[in-house]
């Protein structure tokens, strides 16, 4: 898919719209597809097997990229280390969304991952998806809840 971009940096309009760019509602009101019954009164459902939106896209790779970060090892090989630096560069060149693609790999530039043991990897990341937040109006989440949200469960015993 082509993206034209204006002298900001920022997307213009491209040729045909793109689901991994926008949400499901943005998507079908682009395409003039009605997302409403024919009595125009409910939404219609959207069918959980279609390609995956922008909204759902991000949410599944935050969940796992966090997971893959609570279980990165506490003391990590200079192997494992190379490797994770090298799968978020990779990551960052290969994702759907060339918009959301673009701006991680400016972020990667100003802030490479923290690789160093499972604590700074999943703290380096929470900050990403935290400047994330921030950019799409979203509120912040607790990096010092990382492990209990991604790995162990939350200490209230919801997730036992």
Known sequence: ????????????N??????TCTDFKTWAKQTKQSISDKAGSAPVQRNKE???DKD???KNTWGFLHTMAAYY????????KNDMKSFFNSFSQFYPCEVCAKDFQQE?????PNVENQKGLTKWLCDMHNIVNVKLGKQSFDCNRVNERWKDGWLDGSCN
């Open 73 to 80: 090892p506490d003391n990590p090989t200079p192997q494992q």
């Open 108 to 112: 990667l530039r100003l802030q490479p």
């Open 50 to 52: 279609c390609p995956l």
């Open 14 to 19: 491209p040729a045909k719209p793109c689901r």
């Open 1 to 12: 898919m082509a993206f034209n971009f204006g002298s900001a940096g920022e997307e213009t």
């Open 56 to 58: 759902e896209l991000g």
